[in-house]
Nanobody
Framework: QVQVVESGGRVVQAGGSLRLSCAVL????????MGWFRQAPGKEREFVTA????????YYADSVKGRFTISRDNAKNTVYLQMNSLRPEDTADYYC????????????????????WGQGTQVTVSS
């Protein structure tokens, strides 16, 4: 059984920063490839960023490149999403997901590449 638990979402002013955390609770010690997605009200879930199991491969959506940073600490089974220069359009429920994707392809953008999902954490950016 694998559990994915996000935390850190809250209301923040535009231009501000926020760090989300994602803990993976699993009986296995093997780290997963991890991704962050977000879903705004009335919109489809969209890819934000991903990091492979070792941290050697990192990907970002164009909309967050240069503002968001993903990182991981495998000793703590935790992935982080540092979000800077937040904009009102970043408002969404943010979901963390664990799975496996092939590096060198765009599999990391697909929700189907991830097996385990968290419940989401709400981020609201006020203008």
């Amino acid at each position: 059984q694998v559990q994915v638990v996000e935390s850190g979402g809250r209301v923040v002013q535009a231009g501000g920063s926020l760090r989300l955390s994602c803990a993976v609770l699993s009986r296995t010690s093997s780290p997963y490839d991890m991704g962050w997605f977000r879903q705004a009200p009335g919109k489809e879930r969209e890819f934000v960023t991903a990091i492979n199991w070792s941290g050697a491969s990192i990907y970002y959506a164009d909309s967050v490149k240069g503002r968001f940073t993903i990182s991981r600490d495998n000793a703590k089974n935790t992935v982080y999403l540092q979000m800077n220069s937040l904009r009102p359009e970043d408002t969404a429920d943010y979901y963390c997901a664990a799975g496996a994707f092939r590096t060198g392809t765009n599999d990391y953008t697909r929700t189907t590449s991830y097996t385990y999902w968290g419940q989401g954490t709400q981020v609201t950016v006020s203008s």
